[in-house]
């Protein structure tokens, strides 16, 4: 049966303006997917419906992003941007490596501003405040009832700190999200199943029992930001309120989902949050550039189809996901199972698949399953096995599940 009742309303947080804005033509993270996604959602009728909104965000303002991040690294920010060619300041900041950047004004660095990773390009500071704008209008809206689901696709950013950026996120828009939600006394519980650790919402909230984070990832053995080990389980009151599961490599749908399945439907059972928030990071594919896991989207499907069933309130964001047209076909699939609907090509055989990639990607949007075999699946379902129990001995029982 579906989660689809009379009163169910849900909304899709957009607008040309946040997809719009580009680190650079060579940076791998693509705001642009949200287009994508929201193109490819029409393509399978699955905005154009009685309950469905699609609205638009406004910006956060600094004082609402300060109510979480440093003022003084977010006045560097502001500056930086609003000196708006970046370029007339800091003539080779965006193009510098960032071994070059050291003769860059040394506050900038310990900002990680202008590296690779976080180039400084003009509206950096508006996309940001605009990008949190959009997670905490979602937020506000399944908070207060008037939507049980929402999805803000460029949204996620999961690795900035409280005073500096990390990992191509600026400001952390669930940080100071939850952060709001907290002040209105609200019980959160952040489910991660980006490829990458969320160490900045990890580090925000360690010490904290009111926000129950959860996050499945690729091992940081290999792999930025190098956390997220499954001994990381918060400290003081927080003490068993951080969950990391780390994936080995080559980790498929079916140990992944296995993983999950184990993991998240009794911690969300027992920890009863008023709302989820949810970062369906699309970059585990197998497909994607940066990561090593070996998913395709069923795992990811069947995440989300488990989130959407232990979660009535949910407010999703898009997180990472470097394959462009893989991480639009992910997102299209989870907003179709987080509205209940089976996807439906309305126009196959009419138009060319140019817009989307390859035909061969549209017209079913599921991947074809694949499996990892041999003597590596079973070093990463042994793996897998110890950190399961590692988590039931020492997280479990705080939760009171035995
Ligand atoms: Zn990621």
């Given at each position: 049966m579906g989660r689809r009742s009379e009163k169910f309303a849900s909304v899709f947080i957009y607008s040309d303006e946040l997809a719009n804005y580009e680190?650079?033509?060579?940076?791998?993270?693509?705001p642009i997917r949200a287009k994508l996604t929201l193109d490819l959602c029409r393509r399978y009728d699955l905005i154009e419906r009685p309950w469905i909104r699609l609205i638009k965000p406004q910006p956060l303002n600094f004082e609402e992003l300060a109510e979480f991040h440093d003022e003084t690294y977010l006045k560097t920010l502001q500056a930086i941007d609003s000196s708006a060619t970046a370029k007339e300041l800091w003539p080779d900041v965006s193009s510098s490596r960032k071994e070059d950047s050291l003769t860059l004004d040394p506050q900038i660095l310990q900002y990680e501003l202008g590296t690779d990773d976080n180039p400084i390009f003009s509206g950096v500071y508006d996309f940001?405040?605009?990008t949190a704008g959009a997670t905490d209008l979602g937020a506000k809206m399944v908070a207060s009832g008037e939507v049980?689901?929402?999805?803000?696709?460029?949204?996620g950013f999961h690795h900035a700190a409280r005073n500096h950026a990390e990992g191509f996120?600026?400001?952390?828009?669930?940080?100071?999200?939850?952060?709001?939600l907290l002040k209105e006394g609200l019980r959160v519980a952040f489910v991660d199943i980006d490829a990458h650790h969320g160490n900045g919402v990890q580090d925000a909230f360690y010490r904290d029992n009111r926000v129950l984070v959860i996050s499945f990832h690729e091992t940081g053995?290999?792999?930025?930001?190098?956390?997220?080990?499954e001994n990381e389980i918060g400290e003081g009151k927080g003490r068993g309120f951080n969950v990391n599961v780390p994936l080995p490599e080559k980790t498929d749908d079916e140990a992944f989902v296995r993983a999950f399945e184990e993991i998240v439907p009794p911690l969300l059972d027992a920890y009863?949050?008023?709302?989820?928030?949810?970062e369906l990071g699309a970059d585990t594919h197998i497909a994607d550039p940066l990561t090593h896991l070996s998913m395709t989207n069923n795992g990811y499907c069947q995440a989300v189809?488990?989130?959407a069933q232990c979660a009535p309130r949910i407010l999703a964001l898009g997180g990472g996901g470097y394959d462009l047209y893989k991480t639009a076909r992910s997102w299209t699939l989870a907003w179709a199972i987080l509205n209940d609907l089976e996807p439906r090509d309305e126009y196959v055989g009419i138009i060319g698949g140019m817009m989307f990639g390859p035909e061969i990607e549209v017209g079913d949007l599921y991947?074809?399953?694949v499996y990892t075999t041999g003597i590596i699946k079973e070093r990463i379902n042994k793996e897998i096995d110890r950190i399961l129990d590692f988590v039931k001995q020492n997280v479990f029982p705080i939760h009171k599940i035995h």
């Open positions: 680190y650079s033509s060579t940076h791998p993270f693509k940001s405040a605009l049980q689901v929402a999805f803000n696709p460029v949204g996120c600026y400001v952390n828009d669930v940080a100071v999200t939850i952060t709001h053995r290999g792999i930025y930001p190098g956390s997220g080990f009863a949050p008023d709302m989820v928030i949810a189809k488990t989130l991947d074809k399953t």
